[in-house]
C-alpha cells in the first residue's frame, strides 16, 4: 500500500528534528558545560514523525527560544518507550534542572517517570499521562475530545446508525480516554451502534488499510467513523473516497492538523476536534522553568479541546 505523504512543512520539521534529536543524543554521551546561571531543560518528544507531535515539539523548541538563560535539550523517543528511558537516563545523568517528558504510554513510560523522580529533578508530563504522576501536567482532558466527537457524530446521525472506531495506540492515555468519552455518548444514545472498533496506532496508512477491509465485512452498516486522531481519520477519508462511500459517511478526528483543516475546508472531511499544540507546548515550558527555580506552578493546567466544523473553520485557520 502506499503511504500518502504529509504536508512538505511537516516533513521538512520530522526531518529537521531528527537531525537535531541525533545531534543531541550525541551530545547526551558528555554534558556540555554550561554558562553561569543558566536553566537546562531536558525534552523528550514521543514521536516527530507524527504531524501533531512535530507540531507540540516545534512549539516547545520555538518557545524556549525566546526565555533568556534557558536552554533546551531535545530528543525524539520514535514511539520506543526503551529508547525514551535512556533519553531520560542521559538527562538525570547531564544534571538537567528540568525534564519535558511527552510519554509513549500509559504504563510503559511509568518508569521513566519514577527514575525521575528518584533523582530529585522536576518533571513536566505534557500532553500524555502516566502512572505516575510528574511535578506538573500540561495538556487536554482526552476523555472530553472523545465525548465532542461522538457528540457531533450522534447529532448528525439523530442519534441512530453504525459507528466505527479507530483507537491509537493501545494503552497510552489518549487512547484510553477518548475511547471512555466515546462510550460515555454511545450510553446516551441506545440508537447508536458501535460497528466495529480497532486499533491503527495513529497511523494514517494502517487507517487507510484498516478502513478497506471494513468496508467489505461491514458495508451498508455504518454511517459514521471516530477516528482518535487526524492521520487516521484521513487514512479512513482515503479508503472511502476510493470506495465511492464518503459522501454517506461522517468522518472526524481529533487534534486540527494541517491537512486535517484543508480537508474540512473543501469538504471532505466533516469535522475535527481542536488541540492546542501551542498552547499545551508554551505551558510545558513555563513549568519546566518554574520548577527549576522552585517558584509556584499548578500541578495541573488544562486546555480545552473544541470542535471544528466548516461553520467555524476560518477562527482556527491562519
Known amino acids: 500500500m502506499r503511504l500518502t505523504p504529509r504536508t512538505a512543512a511537516t516533513a521538512l520539521l520530522a526531518v529537521g528534528f531528527l537531525a537535531l534529536s541525533a ?9 556540555e558545560a554550561r554558562k553561569e546561571g543558566e536553566i537546562v531543560i531536558g525534552f523528550s518528544s514521543r514521536d516527530l514523525s ?6 507540540l515539539s516545534e512549539a516547545i523548541v520555538d518557545y524556549a527560544k525566546t526565555k533568556p538563560g534557558v536552554k ?7 514511539s520506543d518507550v526503551q529508547k525514551q528511558f535512556s533519553q531520560v537516563e542521559n538527562f538525570v545523568a547531564q544534571k538537567v534542572d528540568a525534564i519535558i517528558l511527552n510519554p509513549c504510554e500509559l504504563e510503559a513510560s511509568t518508569p521513566a517517570v519514577d527514575y525521575v523522580k528518584k533523582a530529585g529533578i ?3 508530563l505534557v500532553n500524555q499521562t502516566t502512572k505516575s504522576a510528574g511535578d506538573a501536567y500540561i495538556g487536554s482532558n482526552d476523555f472530553d475530545a472523545g465525548r465532542i466527537a461522538m457528540e457531533a457524530i450522534a447529532k448528525k446521525l439523530n442519534g441512530q446508525g453504525g459507528v466505527l472506531m479507530l483507537h491509537g495506540i493501545m494503552g497510552t492515555s489518549a487512547q484510553l480516554q477518548r ?4 462510550r460515555e455518548v454511545f450510553a446516551k444514545y441506545p440508537g447508536l451502534k458501535l460497528v466495529d472498533h480497532q486499533t491503527a496506532s495513529w497511523d494514517r496508512a494502517k487507517a487507510m488499510a484498516l478502513t478497506e477491509n471494513w468496508i467489505q465485512a461491514h458495508q451498508g452498516k455504518f454511517s459514521a467513523v471516530f477516528a482518535h486522531n487526524d492521520e487516521m481519520a484521513i487514512g479512513a477519508l482515503l479508503a472511502l473516497e476510493r470506495a465511492k462511500m464518503k459522501k454517506d459517511v461522517y468522518v472526524i478526528g481529533i487534534d486540527a492538523i494541517a491537512q486535517a483543516l484543508t480537508a474540512v475546508q473543501e469538504g471532505r472531511l466533516d469535522a475535527t476536534v481542536f488541540q492546542d499544540a501551542v498552547g499545551q507546548g508554551k505551558g510545558s515550558v513555563d513549568a519546566a522553568i518554574q520548577l527549576a527555580k ?3 506552578c499548578p500541578k495541573e493546567t488544562m486546555i480545552r479541546f473544541q470542535l471544528i466544523t466548516r461553520d467555524n473553520l476560518s477562527q482556527f485557520l491562519k
Open 23 to 31: 545531534s543531541f543524543l550525541a551530545g547526551c554521551k558528555k554534558a
Open 50 to 55: 507524527a504531524e501533531y507531535t512535530a507540531k
Open 72 to 78: 533546551l535539550v531535545m530528543v525524539d523517543a520514535q
Open 122 to 124: 522536576p518533571l513536566v
Open 179 to 182: 475511547e471512555a468519552g466515546a
Open 294 to 296: 522552585k517558584q509556584p
